[in-house]
T-cell receptor
Framework: AQKVTQAQTEISVVEKEDVTLDCVYETRDTTYYLFWYKQPPSGELVFLIRRNSFDEQNEISGRYSWNFQKSTSSFNFTITASQVVDSAVYFCALSENNAGNMLTFGGGTRLMVKP | DAGVIQSPRHEVTEMGQEVTLRCKPISGHNSLFWYRQTMMRGLELLIYFNNNVPIDDSGMPEDRFSAKMPNASFSTLKIQPSEPRDSAVYFC?????????????FGPGTRLTVT
C-alpha cells in the first residue's frame, strides 16, 4: 500500500529565510509519480510540481526547488528567501502507476512566514 | 481558461437533509475525482471517474454517499441523509489523459456544514 509522510506538521520562519519541507513516501511500485500542492489560506489547492520515478534530477523553479532521492524515498521541497505570501499548507502526494490517477496525500505541512 | 467549477461554495444544512454538490471539470479532461478534507483525516479520495465511469469508490464512507457523472462536463456528489460528521470541505478535481498519472487540478471546494 502506498503512504506519504510529512513529519513536520508546522514550520515557522522569518521572511527571507530558506525552508525545507520534508516528504517521505512508501510504495511497492517501480513506476510512480510524486506531486506537491500548495493550499493558501483561501483554501484552494494549487498544483506545484509532478515528478516520475525515473527522473531523479532536481528541479528549480524560481525560489522553489525539489530534491528527489529514491535511495531514501524522499521528495523534499525547498523555498529560498521565503516570503509572507508563501504562508500556506503544503501537501506532498504519491500516485502509483497501477492505481490510475489516484493520489495519496500526506498530512500536510503548515508553513508560516513572518515579516 | 476556466478551471474546475464547484457549486455551491458554501452549504449549511440540517441533519437529515439531502445535500447535492456539483462539479464541472476542465473541458477535455478525462478523469474526475471527489475528495473530502477534514482536520482529523486530512485529504481523502472518495471516488474517481475515468471517461464518466466510476473506477474506484472504495473511499466513499457509507451508503449515504453517492456520486454520478452523467456526462463529461458534470458530476454530482450526494449525501442523503446528511449527518454532522459529514461537515468538511469537499473538493472536485480533474485530470487530463489516462494511462499515466497526470497532475490533478482542483476546484475551489464546497464547505459543507451540517448542524
Amino acid at each position: 500500500a502506498q503512504k506519504v509522510t510529512q513529519a513536520q506538521t508546522e514550520i515557522s520562519v522569518v521572511e527571507k529565510e530558506d525552508v525545507t519541507l520534508d516528504c517521505v513516501y512508501e510504495t511497492r511500485d517501480t513506476t510512480y509519480y510524486l506531486f506537491w500542492y500548495k493550499q493558501p489560506p483561501s483554501g484552494e489547492l494549487v498544483f506545484l510540481i509532478r515528478r516520475n520515478s525515473f527522473d531523479e534530477q532536481n528541479e528549480i523553479s524560481g525560489r522553489y526547488s525539489w530534491n528527489f532521492q529514491k535511495s531514501t524515498s524522499s521528495f523534499n521541497f525547498t523555498i529560498t528567501a521565503s516570503q509572507v505570501v508563501d504562508s500556506a499548507v503544503y501537501f506532498c502526494a504519491l500516485s502509483e502507476n497501477n492505481a490510475g490517477n489516484m493520489l495519496t496525500f500526506g498530512g500536510g505541512t503548515r508553513l508560516m512566514v513572518k515579516p | 481558461d476556466a478551471g474546475v467549477i464547484q457549486s455551491p461554495r458554501h452549504e449549511v444544512t440540517e441533519m437529515g437533509q439531502e445535500v447535492t454538490l456539483r462539479c464541472k471539470p476542465i473541458s477535455g479532461h478525462n478523469s474526475l475525482f471527489w475528495y473530502r478534507q477534514t482536520m482529523m483525516r486530512g485529504l481523502e479520495l472518495l471516488i474517481y471517474f475515468n471517461n464518466n465511469v466510476p473506477i474506484d469508490d472504495s473511499g466513499m464512507p457509507e451508503d449515504r454517499f453517492s456520486a454520478k457523472m452523467p456526462n463529461a462536463s458534470f458530476s454530482t456528489l450526494k449525501i442523503q441523509p446528511s449527518e454532522p460528521r459529514d461537515s468538511a470541505v469537499y473538493f472536485c478535481a480533474s485530470s487530463p489523459g489516462t494511462g499515466e498519472s497526470y497532475e490533478q487540478y482542483f476546484g475551489p471546494g464546497t464547505r459543507l456544514t451540517v448542524t
